[in-house]
């Protein structure tokens, strides 16, 4: 038998690198992809004897575009490392800086690095099919774009002092400095346009939608499970919270656990092809416990938002999936939207909440336990920091699973629903192509910290046999 | 003590001062800026770093200006475009010696080697990298010694020793070998001698002795040794 492979590598407009092979059946139709991380970071191993106080500095490093997360969760496994509760206002201010990340991040990956296939056509001119081209096209919707990613950082900055790798601000046990009097009135005056580019964005989403229904039932649209944070009574969550899992029927599989239980319920296997881990939900083992994280799991496992317009949207997101999860991964990108929505709500709550510009943001405490798990919902998904330290708190251990890695399997599913669809004849055509790399991103993949949103990136496929014959070669 | 003064030209200027000055104070008289690493006001000069390195007249010979004593007639250059490649690669070669990086380091933004480099515009490192992997001493009740940070400048082990006046701390070996220890090369726990005061992580220039879950820039005070010498004069 004869298997044939096709390559494409590196993936453009996802954060950092990453390979894809297809591999073809004898009959020239597709068998499988595989969706390969080629570059090793080593955050666990070189982290080793450090001081588990250096550890959200120098963890936020693993990510350009969600740090804050990295931040939050890493300090809330330092928090139980000192095994005390940030006061209440430590605790509303890394809510209020990830709200400020998660809209960034959302804005960034929905505006300038999805819009572009999305408004100008997966077939249209890759020299064309980016920011550039959409504010040429498209000037309203991009500078809507721009101004809410400013916002995110807007917040970002406001809170920690900082747009990125604002480690400084954060500390085992709360923060280091309150929100001024004048920040918050600038943040405060800032939400009302903030909403209205999210609003107009949304409904246009909506209507955008009846004609992107080929994509929406061909980009990795399979039933799976789905894992996030939600609060006590079952609401979206984006910091504290507990686990829940539900099943592709939409049925509860494991109902609200304490995160720290979390190597109960997800198991974590390698790849010789891959340096990305496969986590895995235990229940169902390895490789068919497939699980999504990220805003269209989040929205798929949480009752409601808790805030009237969020609601008010997932209640109609809610319908295209009739009574069972919302299974298409191209509804990431509503999701996405939704998700911009309650942050936006949800920070103006933070910022009229009496406490927020309270002093009194942090508790001291030495070691006291040597062990502490972090988990928090990046806007990639579920988020684990979890370390081990000595008596002196030197880190003897760390563990840590970020979004990207929770989704790997079903990277793999996806790409190969959408490789059947789009690769004919051991043929690679420009629209294939983008679709491949359009139905990763839409995951929103953030593999490593370099950013390629703008420009051009060489796509370099190729056609191999098993016999390592090269077939066919093509580069963008 | 001698007053008998000293006349002598820093880049051009002339400068009148006493018997026994050194070259960087009586720079400092006439507003003339010379780097400084281990040097410390109020603390023995060390002239450990080099980085106060200058040119005199008649001699290829360079001197660091905190260590060397003026002397009559004298015509010093405290920049030149020589001095400066030379600050540059002693920059480097601290960069080098162990592992900095700067971004993850509780004395980034509040760090004299980091404030220096980016004057001197040092952006890359052009020797090979010794990365340190040095155990962390954090069993002190609050204070913390990175030695994978410590340029060994020195300064700590002077401020203990004639400041503060007990000497927990000294350095042990040579060359590449050497770093600071607490007593007998125990554990700071262990070093029975140390009054706890934190004179030495108040002077330590850079990231390596600190306050554990302080910020930085509270901890940081070298001018308390100037400060504290002054009191003492005026008790005499
Ligand atoms: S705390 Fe004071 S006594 Fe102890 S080592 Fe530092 S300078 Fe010396
Ligand atoms: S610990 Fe700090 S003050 Fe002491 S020698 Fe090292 S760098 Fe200098
Ligand atoms: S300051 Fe003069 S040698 Fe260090």
Redesign the interface.
């Known amino acids: 038998m004869v298997d044939n492979k096709i390559l494409i590598l590196p993936v453009t407009r996802i954060e950092g690198h990453a390979q894809i092979t297809i591999y073809l059946n004898d009959d020239d139709t597709v068998k499988e992809a595989h969706f390969k991380v080629t570059d090793f970071r080593g955050f666990e191993k070189f982290t080793e004897g450090r001081p588990f106080y250096e550890m959200p500095s120098i963890t936020s490093r693993a990510c350009g575009i969600c740090p804050v997360s990295h931040l939050l969760a890493s300090a809330k496994a330092c928090d139980q490392i000192v095994g005390i509760d940030p006061p209440k206002t430590a605790v509303k201010l890394r809510r209020l800086i990830h709200m400020g990340q998660m809209i960034q991040s959302h804005a960034l990956n929905f505006f300038h690095l999805s819009s572009p296939d999305l408004l100008l056509g997966f077939d249209s001119n890759p020299t064309q099919r980016n920011i550039f081209g959409l504010i040429e096209r498209e000037p309203e919707l991009a500078m809507r774009g721009i101004r809410l990613r400013k916002f995110g950082q807007d917040i970002i900055e406001k809170v920690a002092g900082k747009k990125i790798h604002s480690s400084e601000w954060i500390q085992p046990g709360g923060a280091k400095w309150p929100l001024t009097q004048e920040r918050a009135t600038y943040l405060r005056d800032s939400l009302p346009k903030a909403l209205d580019a999210t609003q107009k964005t949304l409904n246009m989403y909506k209507q955008m939608l009846d004609g992107l229904q080929e994509e929406v039932t061909n980009f990795g649209n399979f039933p799976t499970y789905y894992m996030g944070l939600v609060t006590p009574n079952g609401n979206l969550e984006h910091y504290d919270g507990q686990l829940r899992i539900i099943d592709p029927n939409g049925a509860p599989a494991i109902e609200c656990i304490e995160p720290t239980k979390y190597p109960d319920i997800i198991g974590e296997a390698i790849e010789p092809w891959s340096y990305m881990k496969f986590p895995y939900f235990r229940n169902i083992g390895y490789p068919n416990g497939v699980y999504r994280v990220g805003p269209l799991a989040r929205l798929n496992i949480a009752s409601h938002c808790g805030t009237p317009l969020a609601d008010e949207a997932l209640g109609e997101f809610k319908k295209i999936g009739k009574n069972s999860p919302v299974q298409s991964t191209f509804h990431y990108h509503y999701a996405r939207l939704i998700e911009i929505l309650f942050c936006i709500e949800n920070t103006k709550r933070l910022l009229t909440d009496p406490d927020i510009q309270s002093e009194h943001i942090s508790a001291k405490a030495f070691v006291n336990n040597t062990e502490g798990i972090g988990i928090a919902e990046a806007p990639r998904g579920t988020l684990i920091h979890h370390y081990k330290v000595d008596p002196q708190g030197m880190v003897t251990w760390n563990n840590m699973i970020i979004a990207t890695e929770h989704n790997n399997l079903a990277y793999n599913m996806a790409i190969t629903q959408v490789a059947k669809k789009y690769v004919k004849k051991r043929e690679l055509h420009e629209g294939m192509l983008n679709r491949v790399e359009a139905v990763i991103r839409a995951f929103d993949p953030c593999l490593s910290c370099a950013t390629h949103a703008i420009g051009h990136m060489p796509i370099d496929i190729q056609l191999v046999a098993t016999d390592g014959t090269l077939l066919d070669h093509k580069t963008r | 003590m001698n007053t008998h003064p000293m006349k002598l030209k820093i880049d051009g200027v002339d400068v009148e001062c006493s018997e026994g000055s050194t070259i960087l104070t009586a720079a400092k008289t006439v507003g003339i800026n010379i780097p400084t690493l281990c040097y410390l006001e109020g603390l023995t000069p060390y002239g450990g770093c080099r980085l106060c390195l200058v040119e005199v007249s008649g001699t290829n010979k360079l001197f660091p200006a905190c260590a060397t004593p003026v002397a009559s007639g004298m015509e010093v250059t405290t920049q030149s475009p020589k001095l400066h490649e030379y600050r540059k690669m002693v920059l480097q070669t601290l960069l080098a010696e162990r592992t900095h990086i700067c971004?993850?380091c509780?004395a980034?933004?509040h760090c004299e080697l980091q404030t220096q480099t980016n004057q001197y515009g040092v952006d890359h490192v052009f020797y090979e990298r010794n990365w340190s992997?040095n155990?962390?001493d954090?069993?002190h009740d609050f204070l913390?010694i990175?030695r994978n940070r410590c340029i060994l400048c020195t300064r700590c082990v002077r401020a203990c020793d004639e400041i503060e006046g007990v000497h927990t701390l000294d350095l042990k070996f040579h060359g590449k070998n050497t770093d600071v220890i607490m007593d007998q090369d125990e554990l700071w726990s262990k070093a029975c001698s140390c009054t706890s005061c934190r004179k030495c992580a108040k002077v330590c220039p850079v990231g390596a002795i600190y306050v554990?879950?302080e910020?930085i820039e509270y901890t940081k005070d070298p001018q308390v040794i100037a400060f504290i010498v002054e009191r003492r004069k005026c008790l005499k």
Do not use: A, Q
């Open positions: 971004s993850v509780i980034n933004d992997c155990e962390i954090s069993t913390v990175d554990e879950g910020n």
